[in-house]
């Protein structure tokens, strides 16, 4: 299967690839749909990265020509997450992240700023996308953003708390590195300080697991150029 075979309207680029990938384009597609997103004048970029410590993000680069909106968005979701909570990143992420691709949008051609993010337009606009979604600032999910923290470069650290919750990864900077060096850094939940692990032997399964996953994702994007973006 190659990206080039699968067409989605509404979407002009993507790099979709696997089947909850294919699913998570056509939901997007979908919605997109239902509030007549005007795909001819604006371009819908759609990729899987899996680089990405949030969910999704966005980008709108849109002007206006006769009062009309012309140019390109682009989301990108985190493809690891649709692997470990598919439901939530159907039902919340991509209504929460295409509202503020559409209030990106109005705002251009209604002429106004957008002063906070989350406000009561993105709210008004995530409920006409998807009725069931929450509209909040911080969606709710099972997202373990750990792994991709670590293949990032991140620290892993680990507290008292014991079992899959004593651990976590932390950027690698100077900053960090002081703060562990001097027990710092604490533990919200056990109050222990956290501490630097050493090689990834003691790594929970499931991190362990998404880890594997990453580096396999890279070997085959690597392998295939056109899917690297
Ligand atoms: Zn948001
Ligand atoms: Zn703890």
Redesign the pocket.
Request: net charge negative.
């Given at each position: 299967m190659t990206t080039e075979n699968l067409k989605f309207p509404l979407i002009t680029q993507h790099n979709a690839e696997y089947p909850r990938e294919v699913q998570a384009a056509k939901e997007v597609s979908r919605l997109l749909t239902k509030v007549e997103f005007p795909s001819q004048d604006v371009w819908v970029d759609l990729r899987f990265d899996y680089a990405l410590v949030e969910h999704s993000s966005s980008n709108v680069d849109v002007m206006l020509i006769r009062g009309q909106p012309h140019g390109i968005v682009r989301i990108n979701l985190q493809a690891l997450y649709l692997m470990q909570d598919f439901e939530s990143m159907l039902m919340e992420v991509i209504p929460?992240e295409l509202a503020?691709v559409l209030h990106g949008v109005k705002a251009k051609v209604d002429g106004f700023t957008i002063e906070k993010?989350?406000d009561d337009i993105w709210q008004h606009l995530v409920f006409k996308l998807q009725p069931d979604a929450e509209p909040l600032?911080k969606v709710k999910g099972e997202f373990d953003d750990r792994a991709v923290r670590l293949s990032k470069g991140g620290i892993l650290i680990q507290c008292e708390c014991g079992e899959d919750e004593s651990f976590a990864v932390i950027a690698n900077t100077a900053g960090n590195s002081a703060k562990l060096r001097t027990e710092d850094h604490k533990c919200g939940t056990c109050k222990f300080p956290y501490h630097r692990v050493d090689g990834q032997t003691l790594l929970p399964q499931r991190i362990k697991d998404d880890l594997a996953f990453l580096e396999r994702i890279q070997c085959i994007k690597f392998q295939h150029p056109h899917l690297q973006r």
């Amino acid at each position: 299967m190659t990206t080039e075979n699968l067409k989605f309207p509404l979407i002009t680029q993507h790099n979709a690839e696997y089947p909850r990938e294919v699913q998570a384009a056509k939901e997007v597609s979908r919605l997109l749909t239902k509030v007549e997103f005007p795909s001819q004048d604006v371009w819908v970029d759609l990729r899987f990265d899996y680089a990405l410590v949030e969910h999704s993000s966005s980008n709108v680069d849109v002007m206006l020509i006769r009062g009309q909106p012309h140019g390109i968005v682009r989301i990108n979701l985190q493809a690891l997450y649709l692997m470990q909570d598919f439901e939530s990143m159907l039902m919340e992420v991509i209504p929460h992240e295409l509202a503020h691709v559409l209030h990106g949008v109005k705002a251009k051609v209604d002429g106004f700023t957008i002063e906070k993010v989350h406000d009561d337009i993105w709210q008004h606009l995530v409920f006409k996308l998807q009725p069931d979604a929450e509209p909040l600032p911080k969606v709710k999910g099972e997202f373990d953003d750990r792994a991709v923290r670590l293949s990032k470069g991140g620290i892993l650290i680990q507290c008292e708390c014991g079992e899959d919750e004593s651990f976590a990864v932390i950027a690698n900077t100077a900053g960090n590195s002081a703060k562990l060096r001097t027990e710092d850094h604490k533990c919200g939940t056990c109050k222990f300080p956290y501490h630097r692990v050493d090689g990834q032997t003691l790594l929970p399964q499931r991190i362990k697991d998404d880890l594997a996953f990453l580096e396999r994702i890279q070997c085959i994007k690597f392998q295939h150029p056109h899917l690297q973006r």
